[in-house]
C-alpha cells in the first residue's frame, strides 16, 4: 500500500509541474512573445543614431498587431519591450506601403549634409521583402517615405509597452 501512495504522489507532482509550466507558456504568449513564434514581421522600422541627440530604436510590426520595441542608445525604453495595436492599424500601414508603392523605392537615399539618424524600413508582402534605408537629409528621398516613417513611429504613440 505505501508503494501505491508514493506513486500516486509522484505522478501527481509530475501532473502538477507540467500544469505550471503549461500555465507559464500560456502566460508568455499573452503578452505577445511572438520571437518564440517564429512569425517574421510585416514591417520593421530601425533608427540609427545622429551625431546629436537621436534615439536609436527598432519597432516590428507583425499581422497580428503584437509589436516589438528594442530601444538602443539615447531612446527612452532601453531593451525589449511588447505592446498590441490594434490589427486595423497594422493593415493601415500596409495600405500606405502599397499606396507609396514602397517596392520600387530605390533601396538606399543618401546624400544628406550632415550626420543624420538613418532610417531603415523593411515591408514583407506575401513572399516579397523590400527593405530602403533613407538618410533623414537626404535631399533625393520622396516626402512620402518620410512622412510613411513618421506614420510607422505615430501608430505606437499611445500603447501600453509591457517588458
Not at 524600413?121 to 513572399?127: K, L
Not at 516613417?149 to 501600453?160: C, G, H, K, L, T
Request: overall charge positive; proline content about 4%; aromatic content about 8%.
Amino acid at each position: 500500500m505505501p508503494r501505491r501512495n508514493t506513486a500516486a504522489v509522484l505522478a501527481f507532482a509530475l501532473l502538477s509541474a507540467t500544469r505550471a509550466a503549461d500555465a507559464q507558456t500560456t502566460h508568455s504568449h499573452s503578452h505577445g512573445s511572438v520571437k518564440l513564434t517564429g512569425a517574421t514581421p510585416v514591417i520593421t522600422m530601425e533608427r540609427t543614431q545622429c551625431k546629436g541627440m537621436c534615439p536609436e530604436y527598432k519597432l516590428s510590426f507583425y499581422e497580428d498587431g503584437s509589436v516589438v520595441y528594442e530601444g538602443k542608445a539615447g531612446a527612452s525604453k532601453s531593451g525589449l519591450w511588447r505592446a498590441t495595436v490594434r490589427k486595423e492599424t497594422v493593415d493601415d500601414l500596409v495600405t500606405q506601403f502599397q499606396r507609396i508603392d514602397f517596392f520600387s523605392l530605390q533601396p538606399s537615399y543618401s546624400g544628406g549634409l550632415s550626420q543624420n539618424p538613418i532610417a531603415i524600413m523593411s515591408f514583407r508582402r506575401n513572399d516579397r521583402t523590400k527593405t530602403v534605408s533613407h538618410d533623414t537629409g537626404s535631399p533625393f528621398s520622396p516626402e512620402a517615405l518620410t512622412a510613411l516613417e513618421d506614420r510607422v513611429d505615430a501608430a505606437v504613440q499611445s500603447v501600453n509597452w509591457i517588458r
